[in-house]
Antibody, heavy 114, light 112 residues
């Protein structure tokens, strides 16, 4: 069974950083592009970016490119999202997903507030 | 960025009725490999999104054939025949042809 489990969410102060992890199991993680999507409270889905199998290609939505960094560790079957200079607008549920969107995690809640 | 215009924003239908949701893109979604990367996803209340349809009309495994997708170039439709209670939630289209990938704003389906 394909499983994606996010962790690392929580309450963070404005201007600080936070790193989310996504543990993958049930499939050959290193064969797949992976990505992140977020959803602000009561809002729609926003594509953050994606990373290819060997991390040689990483694509971001332009508005987040300078704040967010996607990485992966194939030996640990884990995807990461490093978020910096967080503001209230970054409060959202962050989903790990396959790049083709056919597998999703349960989401990690991030709240940016003082 | 490609803008995905999804209509209507909400629908209220009775069990057994059929509904259609439209998604129009600001650019053609035909990729250089000739495929069209238009997906439909459903986010049921309190749940993570789930992909239903990919490449315009291909149903994901386990998705009932009451769901169908159609369209080409810039104009796409999701049709749900014989709506069931479990179909309620928010439907999103997503284009995966042009970077950055972009979602429609969603259509909330309610059951009367």
């Amino acid at each position: 069974e394909v499983k994606l489990v996010e962790s690392g969410g929580g309450l963070v102060q404005p201007g600080r950083s936070l790193k989310l992890s996504c543990a993958a199991s049930g499939f050959s993680f290193n064969d797949y592009w992976m990505g992140w999507v977020r959803q602000a409270p009561g809002k729609g889905l926003e594509w953050i970016g994606e990373i290819n199998q060997d991390s040689s290609t990483i694509n971001y939505t332009p508005s987040l490119k300078d704040k967010f960094t996607i990485s992966r560790d194939n030996a640990q079957n884990t995807l990461y999202l490093q978020m910096s200079k967080l503001g209230s607008e970054d409060t959202a549920i962050y989903y790990c997903a396959s790049a083709t969107m056919d597998a999703w995690g349960q989401g990690a809640s991030v709240t940016v507030s003082s | 960025d490609v803008v995905m215009t999804q209509t209507p924003p909400s629908l209220s239908v009775a069990i057994g009725q059929s509904v259609s949701i439209s998604c129009k893109s600001s650019q053609s979604l035909v990729a250089s490999d000739k495929n069209t990367y238009l997906n439909w996803l459903l986010q049921s209340p309190g749940r993570s999104p789930k992909r239903l349809i990919y490449q315009v009309s291909k149903l994901d495994s386990g998705v009932p054939d009451r769901f169908s997708g159609s369209g080409s170039e810039k104009d796409f439709t999701l049709k749900i025949s014989r709506v069931e209670a479990e179909d309620l939630g928010v439907y999103y289209c997503l284009q995966g042809t042009h970077l950055p990938f972009t979602f429609g704003s969603g259509t909330k389906l309610e059951i009367k």
